[in-house]
């Protein structure tokens, strides 16, 4: 069975940064961040294969950066320039080449972002 662990969130002020970490116990297609707030619905926030093609929403873009580290089987996912509306639980999730879903999910991190 897949595992993700992820890690790195916390509190931030409205205009820093945070790293945040998943690491994954076996090679993966496509890694990706998500995030849910409350009473939100949950969104692809940026995703990386393993070829590095990369996805990012809107609303990230600029701000967010995704890498991946496949010696590692680690997914980072750099947030610069924080806003409160980034606040959310980010959840790390993965698949194979062979599924067209994320199947493996992580436990998430919360990042709260203080105005």
């Known amino acids: 069975q897949v595992q993700l662990v992820e890690s790195g969130g916390g509190l931030v002020q409205a205009g820093g940064s945070l790293r945040l970490s998943c690491a994954a116990s076996?090679?993966?297609?496509?890694m990706g961040w998500h995030r849910q707030g409350p009473g939100k619905e949950r969104e692809l926030v940026a995703s990386?294969?393993?070829?590095?093609?990369?996805y990012y929403a809107d609303s990230v873009k600029g701000r967010f950066t995704v890498f991946r580290d496949n010696a590692k089987n680690t997914l980072y996912l750099q947030m610069n320039s924080l806003k409160p509306e980034d606040t959310s639980m980010y959840y790390c999730?993965?698949?194979?080449?062979?599924?067209?879903?994320?199947?493996?999910w992580g436990q998430g991190t919360q990042v709260t972002v203080s105005s």
């Open positions: 990386v294969s393993s070829g590095g093609s990369t």
């Open positions: 999730a993965a698949r194979h080449i062979v599924e067209n879903v994320y199947r493996y």
């Open positions: 076996e090679s993966l297609f496509s």
